[in-house]
């Protein structure tokens, strides 16, 4: 055993929210993997030689779930109080990194003073430091994940019967669509469609809402008429009236689209996640928080430091840089985790266009041990309609959640095994 490994082992007391796991076995681990992209549609579950699917789960103690979930839904509600006053004041939404495009779309009516918003989803993106939970991000337009912590989360929680999973975040959502538009709506499932990752999670979703008796039908944004202010799969009519739209298409995306299938600003667009959504994707929210009359205590306490790259001068490898719309940890610079040519290209493009990049705080993530082996966990909580409804892990050898990085299933402890001394 490894000196590492013996002073981690050393240092580990009941504070850790971690408990410990092994893996299942190879062939156990096989059959999970093939009805993962059989019946879940995962079509992608390996980058390069490398498998995105861990073996094993993350096993939070049940009073560590219970906190996050708390906090998760305390962001949530103040997520919404942030993204009102916002979109309402047109010189704060100039500091966000948007493009002008972006910026009225933003203001458009159906953010402002449009439908309710039906089934809203978040996810908060939390991780154990040496400071206690600390967030790295939220994802508050178009977060993913949702066959990980679903189906290929209830298919690992089979092998451990003594756990319990966290939440159904698939059926959270699916529900509270079916609340919202009975079952005789049809929902319009908007996304990349030349996007294998998109395309299986909407493929994922349609297979849910359909078991659920809803009527479904996956497009790409391009086949989206309006008319009568209201929106229309082209080519079909009358009938092809939508009723709720589900859009796994970044709002920034829309803009980019050619000028006569952008997203109109003048028509209510009944979606799960309004476009405004995207003042609180961007990375740059923090920065406006001193100028804010909302009282964001959760965020204030669970986000880093955040400055606007200007600020930091000559101290940047404190810092970890962020482009304002950045996914999936593309373009993130982390002095001595990211890739030495890519920090050198990172901060040079972060210092010549920093209205458009962030510098946040570095924290010191902990790392859990699995069978001997270090990996840094990162825990997205969702939110549907404000309350907790489940969680996406990853996770890496290095302290950078990115597209290597591995999803893994989130289970807990179960209820009678509070108090329990290996709790």
Known sequence: MSQWVAEQREARTLASPWQEITRVTPDVFSEIRLETIFSCCKWDPQVGDVSVLADFPLVLKRSEWEAIRQLAEQLSAETLLAEREITADQALLKELGLTRSARLLCRSVDCVAGPAVSARIMRFDFHYTTDGWKISEANTDVPGGLIEAGGFTRLIARHYPHLDVTGDPDW??????????????????????????????????????????????????VQLEWRDGKSFVAGHGRDGAVDLIYRFFPADWLTLLPRRHRWPLRVSIPACNPVSALVTQSKRFPLLWPKLGSVLPAWKMLLPECKDVRQIGNDAEQWVLKPALGRVGEDVGIFGVTDAGDWVRILREARRRPQFWVAQRRFEAIPVLVEDEPYYPCVGVYTVDGRVAGAYGRVGHKPLIDAYAQDIAVLTTAVEQIGNAAF
């Open 172 to 221: 959270a959502l699916v529900r509270a669509i079916l609340r919202s538009t009975g079952h005789d709506g049809l929902i319009g499932l908007v996304h990349a469609t030349a996007y294998t990752d998109d395309r299986q999670m909407m493929t994922y979703l349609e297979k849910l809402f359909q078991q659920s008796g809803l009527r479904t039908c996956l497009i790409s944004p």
